[in-house]
């Protein structure tokens, strides 16, 4: 029985993610996230043109909270105008390169998923690349999050949603792997990725949503921080687990792959014999005198 887990997918995930420290690494994702990519986020989000909405709001529709736990989340951060008018040119210079060393701690963790050396010091550029596109990404996401105007309207933005997200991580993959490995080993570990920020989406709007107000009540401020923290290492243990979960996929597909043809090389009807289902098999010809 415990031979079979061990050389089972399971047991090779169970392995594989054990080596990979996902959970430290899901905490260290939610801490930098928190301290660096946070603020950064708040800056961006009061200068967007189409309404400034602020980071607040993309919180609150990423938790998929109610209108009461949103006003706590609201409440917490610094009003858009207010943030943009405090902030200097060398600050914002400090939070892109703070967030530069966020996209490193990302790439550090899929090149870990798929036991690769890591990239050379003069492929840090990728970092910058990917941290402008994750912020359009959320530009874009917290656009179409808005609530819609019917049920036409909610199909497609729940299908830009899905969409968007699934080119991003995948090409995420891509960026930040600087192409060693393939785009198609890559889907699956996109795809689990988004399957599991929807699932998170779910359990934050059944836990997380009443347990932001109960806290915000016992704990004040504070207890908001927490919730968020907490959903934060929910957000990197799906983002490095859904790439882990990606590999696994990928060779078990060609693992069931060789077992298929191996069956079949062994199903092939010799001559003379019977096969499988009880018909004869081919007749051998006689040699020609």
Known sequence: MHGS???????????RGKDLELMHRAMGFAALG???????LIVVAAADPAGGAGFAQW???GLGVSQASRDEVERLFAAPASALE?????????LAAFGVTFGGVVQTGYEKVWEIPPARWHTMWRHLVWLAALIGYLLLSSHV?????GAGDLTWRVAAAVASALVFFWWSQRLLLGGRV???????????????????????HLVFSPLIASNAVAYGPVGTVLVIQSWLVGVGFVVFGGALVGRLL??????????????????VRRPG?????????????????
Do not use: D, N, Q
Not at 145 to 149: D, K, N, W
Not at 273 to 289: D, H, I, W
């Open 5 to 15: 887990f061990r050389v089972s997918a399971l047991g090779r995930g169970y392995r």
């Open 34 to 40: 928190l301290l660096t990519l946070v603020p950064l």
């Open 59 to 61: 919180l609150a529709e």
């Open 86 to 94: 405090s902030t200097t040119g060398f600050g914002l210079a400090a």
């Open 145 to 149: 999050a808005a609530p819609p105007a």
């Open 182 to 204: 393939p785009w198609v080993a890559l889907l699956p570990g996109a795809v689990s990725t988004v399957i599991g920020l929807a699932g998170l989406w779910v359990f934050s």
């Open 250 to 267: 990928y060779e078990e597909r060609w693992h069931i792959g060789r077992v298929v043809r191996r069956t079949l090389r062994r199903a």
């Open 273 to 289: 014999k019977r096969s499988p289902g009880g018909l004869p098999g081919p007749v051998p010809r006689r040699p020609a005198r």
